[in-house]
Structure formats: C-alpha cells, structure tokens
C-alpha cells in the first residue's frame, strides 16, 4: 500500500472506532491487535508540535461533554463580544452595547481559545475561508483552554481509544493534557476583565457545574 492510500485506510477505521467507542466498549477491544497496527501508521503522519486543534476536535469522542459545555457561558464567550449581546451588563459596566468587540485584542485573551499562542485564535481575514473555519473553531473557552493544547495529547487518546487498554493519570499528564485546579481558571477569573461577577469566583463549586457534565472514566486504571 503506499502512504497516501495507508492513511486513507487509517482515517476510515478511526470514525469507525469512534462510532464503536460512542455505542460499546467492548467492540473496540475484541478487534485491538488489527487496530494496534493502523495506530502506526496514524503515528507516521502526524504532527508532533503542541498546537491548539479545536474543540471540534473533542466533539468526536466526548460527545456528551461537548454538548452540555457549549450549552455554558464560556462555550458561548465570544458571542458575549458581538453587538447587542449582553447590553445591560455591557452599559453597567461602561462598555459600548453597539460596538464589536470580536476583534479587539483586549477581550479576545479571556473569550477565546489560545489567543496569540501557536495555532491558537487569530482574528481571520473573512475572504480567507480555510482560516475563517479555523477560527470559528477557537471561539469562546473551549476544551483546550482548560486541557491545555490538544495537539500533544490527542495521539495519546486515539491510542487508548484504539486499542481499549487502560492507562494512568500519569500517562495523560506526562503527554500535555492539563487536569485543571484552581490556577487555570484564574487565567482568566482573576478580575483583569471589564466586568465584575455577580458571585466572588470559587473553584469548588464552579469547577462542577460551571463547565460541563462529568461522567465515569472507563478506561483510567487508577480513578
Ligand atoms: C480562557 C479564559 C477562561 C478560563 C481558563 C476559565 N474561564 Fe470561566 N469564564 C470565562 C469567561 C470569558 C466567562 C464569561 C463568558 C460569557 O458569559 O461571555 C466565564 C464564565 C464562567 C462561569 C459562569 C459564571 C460567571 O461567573 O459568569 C463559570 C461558572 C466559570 N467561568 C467557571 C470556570 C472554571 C471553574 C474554570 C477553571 C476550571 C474557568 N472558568 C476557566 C473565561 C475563562
Ligand atoms: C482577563 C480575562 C478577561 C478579559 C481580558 C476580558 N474578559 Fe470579559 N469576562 C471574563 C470573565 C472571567 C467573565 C465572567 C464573569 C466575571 O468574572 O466578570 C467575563 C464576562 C464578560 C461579560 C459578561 C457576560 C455575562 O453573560 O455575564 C461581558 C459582557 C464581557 N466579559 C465583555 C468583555 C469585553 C467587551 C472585553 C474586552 C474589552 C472583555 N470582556 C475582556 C474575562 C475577561
Ligand atoms: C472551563 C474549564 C473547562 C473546559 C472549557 C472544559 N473542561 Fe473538561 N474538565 C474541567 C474540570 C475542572 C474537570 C474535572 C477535573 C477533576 O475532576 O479534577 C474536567 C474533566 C474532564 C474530563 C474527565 C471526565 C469527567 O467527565 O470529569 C474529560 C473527559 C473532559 N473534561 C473533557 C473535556 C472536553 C472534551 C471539553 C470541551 C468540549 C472540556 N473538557 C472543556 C474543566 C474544563
Ligand atoms: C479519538 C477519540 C478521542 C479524541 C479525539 C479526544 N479524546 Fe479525550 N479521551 C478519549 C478516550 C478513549 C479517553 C479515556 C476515556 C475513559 O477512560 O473512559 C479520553 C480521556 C480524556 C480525558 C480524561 C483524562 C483523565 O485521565 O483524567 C480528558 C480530560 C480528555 N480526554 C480531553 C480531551 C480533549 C480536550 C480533546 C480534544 C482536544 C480530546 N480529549 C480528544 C478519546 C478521545
């Protein structure tokens, strides 16, 4: 086979697998060793710098996760910046209700995905649709504003989705992806923003209910 067909067949069995994976478990596992092959020739082709992917990316496989976040404010942040949104609280706290604020450097740190970082947010030239799509992915705070970067760690969970094995906090620590304390969301909850919350910020009550539905880890061997 040469390379191009190999990563065509390789792309195919990955929606495959996540089709297996959204339905049973157990499905991913019996067809591991074949599956443990084509997760090689994925590894070949893949990028291995750490840049932002998209939450888009996540949607696949955390589906569930998915929804319920961009059912939440932050899923919805950058919306927060175009006209008209929000305009009571705009006005209350003396920003322009009419005014566009999705282009505005100052506002786009806290309401957006990795901005100004490698492959994070960029404000897109609109006749460019390729970067214009690209962006649309990093809107609001996302999977990876937490998480960290996806492009170090989503290899290492195609793997374990693949192959159905169990594996470590250790592991998924050690390939990039953040598990999020306190420190990561005061990022941005550390009052620099124009606005002034109606609650003081607390990470144990908001860590909960204000990011997104939380389920059992399957596969996670020491949870
Ligand atoms: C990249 C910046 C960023 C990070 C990181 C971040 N937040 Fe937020 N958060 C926001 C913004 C911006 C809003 C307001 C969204 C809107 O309404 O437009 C928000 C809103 C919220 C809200 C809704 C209630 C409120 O105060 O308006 C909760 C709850 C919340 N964040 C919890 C968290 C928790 C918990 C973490 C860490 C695990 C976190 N956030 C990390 C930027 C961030
Ligand atoms: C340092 C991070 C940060 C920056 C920069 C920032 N915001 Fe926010 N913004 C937040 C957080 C966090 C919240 C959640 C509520 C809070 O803490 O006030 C928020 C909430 C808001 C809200 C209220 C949304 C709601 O539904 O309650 C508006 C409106 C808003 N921001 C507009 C802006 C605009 C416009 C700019 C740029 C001029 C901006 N923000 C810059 C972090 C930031
Ligand atoms: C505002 C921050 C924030 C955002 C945005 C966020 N998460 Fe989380 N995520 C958390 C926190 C906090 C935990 C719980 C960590 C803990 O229990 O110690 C968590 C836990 C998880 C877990 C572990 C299992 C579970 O249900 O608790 C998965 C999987 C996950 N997140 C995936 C995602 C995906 C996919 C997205 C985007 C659709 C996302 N997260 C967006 C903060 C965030
Ligand atoms: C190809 C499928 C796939 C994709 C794409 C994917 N994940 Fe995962 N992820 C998994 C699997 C499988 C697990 C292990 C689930 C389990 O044990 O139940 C996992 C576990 C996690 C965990 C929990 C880790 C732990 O041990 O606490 C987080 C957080 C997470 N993923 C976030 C993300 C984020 C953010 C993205 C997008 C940048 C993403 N994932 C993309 C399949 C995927």
């Known amino acids: 086979m040469n390379r191009r067909i190999t990563v065509v067949v390789a792309l195919a069995f990955t929606s495959l697998l996540i089709g297996f994976y959204q339905g049973s ?49 932050m899923g919805k942040a950058f919306e927060t910046l175009k006209p008209d949104a929000e305009a009571e609280i705009k006005l209350k706290f003396g920003l322009d209700p009419k005014k566009d604020y999705t282009t505005d450097a100052k506002c786009l740190e806290c309401h957006t995905v990795g901005y100004g970082k490698p492959g994070g947010y960029a404000t897109p030239n609109a006749a460019d649709k390729k970067a214009v799509r690209k962006a649309k992915a990093l809107e609001g705070v996302g999977c990876e504003s937490c998480h960290g970067p996806g492009g170090s760690y989503i290899k290492l969970h195609k793997k374990i989705l693949m192959t159905g094995r169990t594996y470590t906090e250790e592991e998924m620590l050690a390939s990039g992806l953040i598990k999020p304390d306190e420190s990561s969301c005061m990022k941005c909850h550390d009052g620099r923003g124009p606005t002034k919350p109606e609650k003081p910020f607390s990470f144990e009550s908001m860590k909960d209910e204000g990011t997104h539905e939380h389920h059992p880890l399957k596969q996670r061997a020491d949870s």
């Open 25 to 73: 478990q157990r499905a991913v596992a019996q067809d591991a060793p074949l599956l443990t092959s084509v997760s090689h020739a994925m590894l070949a082709v893949s990028d291995n710098t750490a840049k932002y992917v998209g939450s888009k990316k996540c949607k696949k496989c955390h589906i569930k996760i998915y929804k319920s976040w961009a059912e939440t404010s």
